[in-house]
């Protein structure tokens, strides 16, 4: 068993891990978890509590945070009035379907699988940050009618099998669709709230064998409030830098560290 002594490096690990991701949340419109995951992963297992679920736990805390952390984000930058709430309530419906089948899927998947699917996710999702550019559009406006249908369950899939808020595939979509960055990433912070609701619902009410301790569902409850204890500081201050520093450096930095995250997972899935 591991002792309080051991787990307060642990500890502080996870609590400058959710200033960060709340930071990031708030700067470029991610609910933090493509953070999140990996830490939470790295910790658990250090502290002893690997197992075949340990993955879906990850996923399911990452998820939980994300309901707070995007609602402060959300907040944030709507009194900037930064919001398309119009695109928030056409993609909703199937966001949030796709969110409820990302669950059932993650529960038929392997840890090693869950795994490897966010370290390539991952690395997809870095190359973007790093050389995608806000002025690249292919389309005049949002998607609509049978592609919206097809989009947005995609975007809730994904990202629950990633444990993320949905901002990593929604800013990327809004901005090639012609929405202006900030409020691309404003209104990706709304992604995150309609992924995390039903998915963390959908997790709580499960009956798993092996989890961490204080686990109800797959959702941890000493990693979810001790990195909400931060978030909620530090999401707010990540949507004042969106609006008052120059995006594209800190993009390249959250690039290079999310696709060393992602390697370390794909070799983790793969049995490096």
Known sequence: MTTLLELLPLIALLL???????VV???????????????????????????????????????????VTSARSVASHHKKGAVEWGI???WAPGIAIGAVVGVWAVGGLESATL??????????IAGYFAF??????????????????????????????????????GVPLMTLSNVPIHRAVATAAGFGILIAVPSV????????????????????LPAFLIVIAMTLVTAPLGARL????????LRMIFAVFIFIMAMNMLRSGLGG
């Open 115 to 124: 795994q490897l699917i966010f370290g390539v996710l991952g690395a997809l």
């Open 242 to 249: 969106a609006h008052a520093l120059p995006v594209r450096p």
């Open 25 to 67: 949340a708030g700067l470029l419109g991610l609910g933090g978890g493509i953070v999140l995951v990996p830490v939470f992963f790295y910790v658990f297992t250090i502290a002893g509590y690997a197992s075949d679920e340990l993955m879906r736990v990850c996923l399911a805390t990452s998820l939980a945070t994300i309901i």
């Open 16 to 22: 400058l891990t959710g200033a960060v991701a709340g």
């Open 132 to 169: 995608g550019r806000s002025d690249w559009t292919l389309a005049r406006e949002m998607p609509k009618g049978i592609l919206r249908a097809i989009l947005s369950p995609g975007i809730g899939i994904t990202s629950v099998l990633m444990g993320i808020g949905g901002g990593s595939l």
């Open 88 to 90: 928030l309530k056409a």
């Open 201 to 220: 619902i959908g997790f709580l009410l499960q009956d798993p064998v092996v989890t961490p301790p204080l686990t109800v569902g797959y959702v941890n």
